[in-house]
């Protein structure tokens, strides 16, 4: 540990912590020029993102695999990157009907640092350590340890015995060469360089982190077969809003009007993957059900089992 702490790279070397020249003299601009400049900034980003594609095409096939097999995707970061990673896991319940350990995160400060700052945490390489070992990860796991400085402390102690413990290593991070991605087995490096307010690694880094994580754990997620075409067919029905959705879902699917939908819905028990089975292949509920759970959950599989049992 010592030797880490000493090969730690200087704040003021890194991309993300240099003043922008693009911002000079921020704080004498009008509104709609301060506005400009950061959206410019943005702009940027998703550029930065396409040019890391590839290492987050091998990383969501990691989740994908892990999932699969029972395991689980772990996030692991402090301060914005924490809460990005927090926000992401908390969507994927509710949008692919998923169990809530099936997504977690390791926060430095846990549920309290979601609302309250708590950045001394994030210098404690035993407090990511003792949190990541209530996880317990292993050979089934992917955990994802997200820091745009790419050297914290906490998110590095608990990549590092992550991966001693079997888990597959990811890391995301928007400076190259950092110690956390010689700590990962696979890096995801978003150079979105110097912020509008420098070292404000909330805006372009965080922003960038935010899109990487959307496609990790949506690309995982369709991968796994709970989106059907483009829909979230596995989508969780506890409001108005979401019942409403299921029953377009099935209009658009199925090519039904509102009151068929319904209908269909109710028979499926208010299932929509159960629901578009026994259409599509014109099965029972019963065999709609079989199938799916013969397929994990997948939509797609399901019918062609379904279809070819007949």
């Avoid at 690694?201 to 990487?212: D, H, I, L, S, Y």
Wanted: hydrophobic share 45%; with cysteine.
């Amino acid at each position: 540990m010592s030797r880490q702490r000493r090969t730690l790279p200087e704040l003021e070397d890194l991309p993300t912590e240099q003043p922008n020249p693009a911002s000079v003299e921020l704080d004498t601009k009008s509104s709609i020029q301060i506005a400009r400049i950061i959206n410019s900034e943005d702009a940027k980003v998703a550029p930065a993102v396409e040019r890391a594609l590839p290492q987050i095409a091998l990383a969501m096939d990691w989740i994908a695999d892990a999932l699969a097999k029972g395991g689980r995707l772990i996030y692991v970061g402090t301060g914005t990157s924490g809460r990005i990673a927090a926000l992401d896991a908390a969507e994927c319940p509710p949008t692919f009907n998923t169990a809530p350990e099936m997504v977690q995160v390791v926060m430095a400060g846990g549920s309290r640092a979601l609302v309250t700052a708590l950045e001394a945490d994030e210098d404690s390489r035993e407090l990511g350590v003792r949190e990541i070992r209530k996880k317990a990860p292993g050979r089934n796991d992917v955990v994802v340890g997200i820091a745009a400085s790419g050297r914290t402390p906490f998110t590095l102690a608990a990549l590092h015995w992550a991966r001693r413990a079997g888990a597959r290593t990811v890391a995301i991070t928007s400076n190259p060469g950092s110690p956390l991605e010689r700590a990962a087995e696979l890096a995801i490096v978003i150079e979105t360089g110097a912020e509008v307010v420098a070292g404000s690694t909330r805006m372009k880094a965080g922003t960038a982190e935010k899109m990487v994580l959307n496609i990790l754990s949506t690309g995982a997620m369709v991968r796994l077969g709970y989106v059907y075409s483009n829909l979230m067919v596995n989508l969780h029905q506890k409001n108005t809003k979401l019942a409403g959705r299921a029953v377009l879902i099935l209009q658009q699917v199925l090519g039904l009007n509102k009151p068929q939908a319904r209908r269909a819905l109710r028979a499926a028990g208010s299932s929509v993957p159960v629901a578009i089975v026994m259409q599509k292949a014109g099965v029972s509920r019963s065999d709609a059900e079989a199938a799916l759970e013969d397929t994990k959950g997948h939509v797609r599989k399901a019918i062609a089992l379904a279809g070819a049992s007949l």
